[in-house]
């Protein structure tokens, strides 16, 4: 089985190789592709993306974006997409604590864009810190 992934964000193409599966944190939860899969375009949530490789299993810490499947490609664009060497953990801890921080003094109401753009902070800070503690378990 074949299945070509790209994984592209706003500063380079991340990856772009034949694979034999992945596995995607969908809106509605995590979601399984392999080759002749229907085609559809879904929207991606941050957490962890998982595909095989020459029989091995590679995992990524991805942000919120964008998948497009074909029945022999998987395209995803997303804002992040980091292995578990790129995650530095105290950094993504320090990132969640001052979006936490922040969130908790502003008004829910009157500044719904500022809210939102602190809880994707908080998502990709927790799917990088996630991928990072459960490797090194």
Do not use: C, W
């Not at 994984?7 to 939860?29: M, R």
């Not at 292995?83 to 719904?112: F, N, V, Y």
């Amino acid at each position: 089985m074949s299945l070509h992934l790209e994984i592209v964000t706003p500063e380079k193409k991340i990856f772009s190789d034949t694979v034999g599966n992945v596995y995607l944190p969908g809106a509605n939860g995590e979601m399984g592709v392999l080759e002749g899969h229907a085609a559809l375009v879904t929207a991606v949530e941050p957490g962890e993306l998982r595909y095989e490789k020459d029989g091995q299993i590679v995992t990524l810490a991805v942000g919120g974006g964008f998948a497009e499947v074909t029945q022999q490609r998987v395209n995803l664009l997303t804002d992040m997409a980091l292995g578990e060497d790129d995650i530095d953990e105290a950094k993504a801890e320090e990132a969640m604590q001052r979006a936490e921080e922040q969130l908790k003094g502003i008004s829910h109401d009157e500044d719904a864009e500022e809210v939102a753009h602190l809880q994707a902070i908080i998502a990709k800070s927790l799917a990088q810190l996630h991928l990072k503690r459960r490797h090194r378990n």
